[in-house]
């Protein structure tokens, strides 16, 4: 998997994102803005923001900075920021983002881990960007040791370039893989077959 394909697989879901995904991962989306823990006046960034379906969770005191390497999925974002200066919108892939050093206090980054070609790479970018002490968090699929969960997935290994994602990657390599302090785990979406991981900032 590479960006190009990446790109090439959201522009044939960009339209129909919302009704395919919208609801399947609605409860991990609520539940870790949930977890966030604003304070007015903060700067959030959210990753792989797609077509914004997240924007209008956050309170209107936080400043949101949505960024996606597909123009397709952030067209459709567009319409959760007419009229509000405090969502803003960036083509930008993550794995390289031109952001300074610790501009955000917090980071979400929701359904993006096993679709980034390198996520150490998008996380040692998000570590950098996010200020340190400050809170990074992560909803994804990981791995499922279980029979069926495991069987779906090995069908689904060879189609991931089609697919747009990683159908097997495990919670374990990804810690193993970053610096992260984690303050919590715990299980999102149908079945707890989703981890929602909070993270402070140890750089
Ligand atoms: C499964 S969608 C998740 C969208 C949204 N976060 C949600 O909750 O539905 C994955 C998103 O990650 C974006 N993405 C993939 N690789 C990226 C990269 N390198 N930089 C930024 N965004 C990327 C895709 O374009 C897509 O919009």
Known sequence: MDDQAIIKAYKRYAGSYDRIFGKVFEHGRRALIGKMGFAP???????????????????????????????????????????????????????SMSFADNSFDKVAVMYVVTVVPEPEKMMEEIRRVCKPGGDIFVVNHFSNPHLIPRMVETVMLPFKGLLGFRPRFSLEAFL?????????????????YWTLIHARNAS
């Not at 193993?176 to 707890?192: K, S, Y």
């Open 41 to 95: 006046g903060q700067r959030i960034l959210e990753v792989g923001v797609g077509t914004g379906l997240s924007l209008p969770l956050y309170p209107k005191e936080v400043s949101v900075v949505g960024i996606d390497i597909s123009p397709h999925m952030l067209w459709h974002a567009r319409n959760y920021t007419n009229g509000n200066g405090s969502r803003s919108l960036s083509l930008m892939d993550a794995q």
């Open 176 to 192: 193993a893989q970053n610096p992260l302090q984690v303050v919590e785990t715990c299980p999102v979406n149908l079945l707890g």
